[in-house]
């Protein structure tokens, strides 16, 4: 049972462009909800977080959209740039952050 | 500052054998986990610590087994290797309510 789902495994977007990632939930509980960006043979590397008890969170290009009824979340960076190119994971945990659950990642593009 | 340190980066295990993944971290962080990730699927909790002497198993514990003396150090143990266990694992570390910081990652093929 897949808790955390990415449903896109890809998504292709022009330099310059705005880049939606969208990630679902299964799970009510969850309290906090974060994104992380992996580049090849690298861990993992924190992006931008959420707690439940707020719909909205922006850091610089990203920002991260939080819609506790539908369940869903998604991050929006804009302008998109091409370092911006790496798999993008969501995770999900309840209150302290320590369990995290992760969803399948979608691998960002951005092209020239 | 080095952040997460992994050891070793890569390695080769037969069947049944055992062995155990390093990872220490500097920033004084209470928290602590190991994840594995296989091809297509995200990352998967095997065990994590909340503090020096406190473990608890995640997702898919069995086949692993961890302690935590210090705050630094939290090392993984494979008791005897299967081919199930190939992957790449990551140690992590955070405080709590803030995103985890994560090793660079063990790839591990057990053949």
């Known amino acids: 049972d897949q808790q955390v789902k990415q449903n896109s495994p890809s998504l292709s977007v022009q330099e310059g462009r705005i880049s939606i990632l969208n990630c679902d939930y299964t799970?009510?509980?969850?309290?906090?909800f974060l994104w992380y960006k992996k580049y090849p043979a690298e861990g993992p590397t924190f992006l931008i977080s959420?707690?439940?008890?707020?719909d909205k969170n922006e850091d610089g290009r990203f920002t991260v959209f939080l819609n506790k009824s539908a369940k869903h979340l998604s991050l929006h960076i804009v302008p998109s740039q091409p370092g911006d190119s790496a798999v993008y994971f969501c995770?999900?945990?309840?209150?302290?952050?320590?369990?995290?659950?992760f969803g399948q990642g979608t691998r960002l593009t951005i092209n020239p | 500052n080095a952040g997460v340190t992994q050891t070793p980066k890569f390695q080769v295990l037969k069947t049944g054998q055992s062995m155990t993944l390093q990872c220490a971290q500097d920033?004084?962080?209470?928290?602590m986990s190991w994840y594995r990730q296989d091809p297509g699927m995200g990352l998967r909790l095997i065990h994590y610590?909340?503090?020096?002497?406190?473990?608890d198993q995640g997702e898919v514990p069995n086949g692993y087994n961890v302690s935590r003396s210090t705050t630094e150090d939290f090392p993984l143990r494979l008791l005897s290797a299967a081919p199930s266990q190939t992957s790449v694992y990551f140690c992590?570390?955070?405080?709590?309510?803030?995103?985890?910081?994560f090793g660079q990652g063990t790839r591990l093929t057990v053949v």
């Open positions: 992590a570390s955070s405080q709590r309510d803030r995103g985890s910081f």
């Open positions: 799970n009510s509980m969850f309290d906090y």
């Open positions: 959420i707690s439940s008890i707020k």
């Open positions: 995770a999900a945990s309840g209150r302290g952050a320590q369990k995290l659950v």
């Open positions: 920033m004084n962080h209470e928290y």
């Open positions: 610590s909340v503090g020096a002497g406190i473990t």
